[in-house]
């Protein structure tokens, strides 16, 4: 399955239609398509666009396929990102534009993405000592700049540092604010948060705590 943010609507890119799904697709806001063209895919992004509409399906047996489809009509940005955890088992959130959200940024040509998604990392936070662990999802959103209609493909990667107590927030990217935040303390920042955001660190803590770092 792949998920596509439009806002924090999501839309459902799947080979079967699991009991979570069946359920929103009784929802009169929730819009179903199983075929697959370009019209059909243009016509869900648009409808995905629509103020009625809160979440999207879109069936087919090769979702990789349906995939590069919506690549090929948005304008693709790949970038990379990280979840950063101390050894206090704490998870480094930034504060970009209003909302918490997780370092990350714009892939350089020929960069590798676990060297963006470090960079990045050091660029928004100012942390310097970083080990990277392992990857740890890709999400994908949209949203609408300089007339273009873009999908941002993110790489993210777990990260571990030592966990400095002083930041140094990158103004000039709209961070005013970094902070280590404890496990049961992150619900009250996900309130505040984006959709995908909030996919990647669940995702993470449930990582964390398999491998009982967490």
Same mark, same amino acid.
Request: aromatic share 8%; proline share 4%.
């Given at each position: 399955? $792949?998920?596509? $943010?439009?806002? #924090?609507?999501?839309?459902?890119?799947?080979?079967?239609?699991? @009991? !979570?799904?069946?359920?929103?697709?009784?929802?009169?806001?929730?819009?179903?398509?199983?075929?697959? #063209?370009?019209?059909?895919?243009?016509?869900?992004? +648009?409808?995905?666009?629509?103020?009625?509409?809160?979440? %999207?399906?879109?069936? +087919?047996? #090769?979702?990789?396929? *349906?995939? @590069?489809?919506?690549?090929?009509? *948005?304008?693709?940005?790949?970038?990379? %990102?990280?979840?950063?955890? #101390?050894?206090? @088992?704490?998870?480094?959130?930034?504060?970009?534009?209003?909302?918490?959200?997780?370092?990350?940024?714009?892939?350089?040509?020929?960069?590798?993405?676990?060297?963006?998604?470090?960079?990045?990392?050091?660029?928004?936070? %100012?942390?310097?000592?970083? +080990?990277?662990?392992?990857?740890?999802?890709?999400?994908? +959103?949209?949203?609408?700049? &300089? %007339?273009?209609?873009?999908?941002?493909?993110?790489?993210? $990667?777990? &990260?571990?540092?030592?966990?400095?107590?002083? &930041?140094?927030?990158?103004?000039?990217?709209?961070?005013?604010?970094?902070?280590?935040?404890?496990?049961?303390?992150?619900?009250? $920042?996900?309130?505040?948060?984006?959709?995908?955001?909030?996919?990647?660190?669940?995702?993470?803590?449930?990582?964390?705590? !398999?491998?009982?770092?967490?």
């Amino acid at each position: 399955m $792949y998920k596509i $943010y439009f806002d #924090n609507k999501p839309l459902f890119l799947v080979r079967e239609i699991n @009991k !979570e799904l069946q359920e929103l697709m009784h929802r009169e806001k929730t819009v179903f398509i199983d075929d697959f #063209n370009s019209h059909s895919v243009n016509a869900m992004i +648009h409808k995905m666009e629509s103020a009625p509409i809160q979440t %999207g399906i879109c069936l +087919h047996e #090769n979702i990789d396929a *349906l995939l @590069k489809a919506f690549k090929q009509q *948005l304008q693709l940005i790949v970038a990379a %990102g990280g979840l950063v955890y #101390n050894p206090r @088992k704490e998870i480094l959130l930034i504060h970009r534009r209003g909302k918490w959200d997780l370092p990350k940024g714009k892939l350089d040509d020929e960069e590798e993405l676990e060297i963006c998604a470090e960079r990045e990392i050091k660029e928004e936070t %100012g942390l310097q000592e970083l +080990h990277l662990e392992k990857p740890l999802a890709i999400t994908y +959103h949209t949203y609408h700049q &300089f %007339g273009k209609h873009i999908l941002k493909e993110s790489h993210w $990667y777990l &990260f571990t540092s030592p966990g400095q107590a002083s &930041f140094l927030p990158q103004l000039e990217e709209d961070i005013d604010k970094c902070e280590w935040v404890a496990a049961e303390q992150l619900p009250s $920042y996900m309130e505040n948060t984006h959709a995908s955001v909030i996919d990647v660190v669940t995702q993470g803590l449930t990582v964390l705590r !398999e491998s009982e770092n967490i």
